[in-house]
């Protein structure tokens, strides 16, 4: 909250969401941008269930999908951001090799439409259960969103940086209709 304040002082949310479109039209999904940008990032405590796993925030949903045992990936889900990502980075290579990655059991061809569509289910439901994060994303505007943690180029990466951005915007752009409908 304190970030928060300090970016947008004592304005009410429409002109906090007028100050951000003025002064940000780039938001960095990133545990350390400023707000809403800290807030988006998948280390975020925006909890949220998918298929009644419970999932403590987007980083351990993302992760677990490298996991094939769904007992161990259930449990997984409930890691909090930075130890998701330090265990599932882990698991990256093995996911490559395989091209696969898992659901509940089930196999998805890594990078597959599938694959992605499973992931915005799950990102759908982050900002559908939680309402600190559905803010988050409609104050954004239509800023552009981006992923910037300092990735090296060519880093492999089972989701990659373009199509988690292109996945929350599609969230965002499905959320403005339903609120201009």
Known sequence: MAVLKSF???KSIHSQ???LKEEQSVVNMFRDS??????LSNFADTPFSID??????SESFI???K???SSEQEGFCGLQGEEAWKKGSKLTEGVFISERVWWRGTPYTLHSQEHFDLVKRGLSEKFCQSEKAREALLATGDSALTHDYGQPLGKKQSLPVDTFCQIVTEIRTEYEGKKNA
């Open 8 to 10: 947008i002082g004592n």
């Open 17 to 19: 969401r007028s100050t």
């Open 34 to 39: 400023p707000w809403p940008g800290n807030v």
């Open 52 to 57: 009644g796993v419970y999932c403590s925030c």
């Open 63 to 65: 992760q677990s999908l």
């Open 67 to 69: 996991i094939s045992d």
